[in-house]
């Protein structure tokens, strides 16, 4: 499986957009980026996954790179509940299990 | 709430003992994952199911063992507990394997593992 980077920490003000970051630059065609958080010790919540075309939903949009090499995640108005450590995964098309590197921790500030 | 149901949520036991960790998927999921999340520490992954055969496995220990049973409920078995297993055990599951589909994998609440 492609490996991802992000960074360690990321701070956010109350009410704007958070933008975070993933490489995935060894990422193959068949697959995925995925989009996980979890917040203090709750089970990771799901929040996005495309393959190349961007993606939009309830929570965040999925910004992928034309070469697919990166994406970005974006919420769009951060709120203090989005504080969370945000894990992003590559899994490939018949991936079996979901591999979660450290991720970035982001705070909301107020 | 994710659909994942996981019992117990909290369990305290002494070392050596043996813990059956129990995750009810979402309704019409046929793949169950688990998961260790020891403190301060990432998720690594143990083991999955799929429709009631093992279909990957991770960093899991002799000591512990799964399965899934033919109500597609799965149960974490933990035997000769260390201190060191103390840990968040978490659950997911997803639709699971079909021709050219890739789907989300949805988490339960975890239960917490404290080894004493």
């Known amino acids: 499986d492609a490996k991802t980077t992000q960074p360690p920490s990321m701070d956010c003000a109350e009410g704007r957009a958070a933008n975070l970051p993933c490489n995935h630059s060894?990422?193959?065609?068949?697959?995925?980026v995925y989009w996980y958080r979890q917040i203090h010790s709750q089970g990771p919540q799901y929040i996005i996954h495309?393959?190349?075309n961007n993606e939009t939903n309830e929570m965040a949009s999925l910004i992928i790179t034309e070469d697919r090499k990166s994406s970005t995640l974006i919420l769009p108005h951060a709120t203090l509940r989005d504080t969370a450590v945000y894990y992003c995964i590559v899994r490939p098309i018949y991936g079996q299990n979901f591999v979660f590197g450290p991720g970035t921790r982001l705070s909301v500030l107020p | 709430d994710s659909g994942v149901t996981q019992t117990p949520k909290h369990l305290i036991t002494a070392t050596g003992q043996r813990v059956t960790l129990r995750c009810s998927p979402r309704?019409?999921?046929?793949?169950v994952y688990w998961y260790q999340q020891s403190l301060d520490q990432g998720l690594q992954f143990l083991i999955q199911y799929y429709n009631g055969e093992e279909r990957a496995k991770g960093n899991i220990l002799e000591r512990f063992s799964a399965q899934q049973f033919p109500d597609l409920h799965s149960e974490l078995n933990l035997s000769s507990l260390e201190l060191g297993d103390s840990a968040l055990y978490f659950c997911a599951s997803s639709v699971g394997f079909m021709e050219g589909q890739n789907t989300e994998a949805f988490f339960g609440q975890g239960t917490r593992l404290t080894v004493v």
């Open positions: 495309g393959l190349k």
């Open positions: 060894t990422i193959s065609g068949n697959e995925y």
């Open positions: 309704s019409g999921d046929l793949s």
